[in-house]
């Protein structure tokens, strides 16, 4: 009897161990941000759940992109608890259709890491026309000579399909300046836009400029401008 008694005992132990464990639930693998204008934000969220029998512990919650941020949540759950994770999409740059993912890492031995899918639909207003910038909604200007002026154009089309007014503009720093060819753009219309740098010092460096329209969804757009200060020969 004996022996019949201890695998019993394991027997026992053994299924314990095996039903003891966290188990990570989902409510939504798939975050859908529906549309948006290019340099909007949005936030979504998704609720993990711990439905197993053991504490999950959550090791990391991380988004695969710096357009994308990630509120954290507590680092466990106890069985039968669930937590909010508050996500923020940045379309700055971006345009159609997008899909970033968010990783998650826990305790969960079935399922030790879970991606879940952010998608969002962008749209814009004023859309920079290919060839005048070269990435996004970033303008690069290359090789610009330390104290001498550097202009080069961009243009943005009224893809809107309503006529757009142009209320103002905004450059934040004294290094850099706009000349606008109008104020008022019919649909299809293209505004053109001479950037000017007049760089101070040598390395790289980051600007920021602004269109004020009165279009509703869209009256604030943000480009941004990159440059490389070098010395004179």
Request: include cysteine; hydrophobic fraction near 35%.
């Amino acid at each position: 009897m004996r022996p019949t008694y201890l695998i019993f005992i394991m027997t026992f132990f053994m299924t314990g161990i095996t039903f003891s464990q966290p188990k990570l639930s989902i409510d939504n693998p798939e975050v859908n941000l529906g549309s948006m204008y290019g340099g909007e934000k949005k936030k979504g969220k998704i609720i993990l759940k711990n439905i197993g029998n053991d504490t999950l512990r959550i090791f990391s919650v991380q988004p695969g992109c710096g357009c994308t941020t990630v509120k954290q949540l507590k680092g466990f759950l106890l069985p039968g608890q669930s937590g909010d994770v508050e996500l923020e999409f940045n379309s700055f740059g971006y345009r159609g259709k997008v899909e970033k993912q968010v990783f998650i890492n826990t305790n969960d031995p079935t399922s030790q890491f879970v991606t879940v899918k952010l998608i969002a639909k962008v749209y814009e207003v004023l859309q920079p026309i290919k060839g005048t910038i070269r990435e996004g909604s970033t303008l690069f200007i290359d090789n610009t000579i330390i104290g001498k002026p550097t202009t080069q154009t961009v243009e943005l089309k009224n893809v809107s399909g309503v006529p757009i007014v142009i209320k103002g503009d905004s450059v934040p720093s004294s290094t850099m300046a706009l000349t606008l060819n109008k104020r008022s753009l019919r649909p299809n219309d293209t505004l053109s836009i001479q950037v000017t740098v007049q760089p101070q010092k040598v390395g790289s460096a980051k600007e920021l400029f602004y269109i004020f329209t009165n279009h509703k969804s869209r009256p604030i757009v943000e480009i941004q401008v990159r440059y490389l200060g070098i010395k004179e020969n």
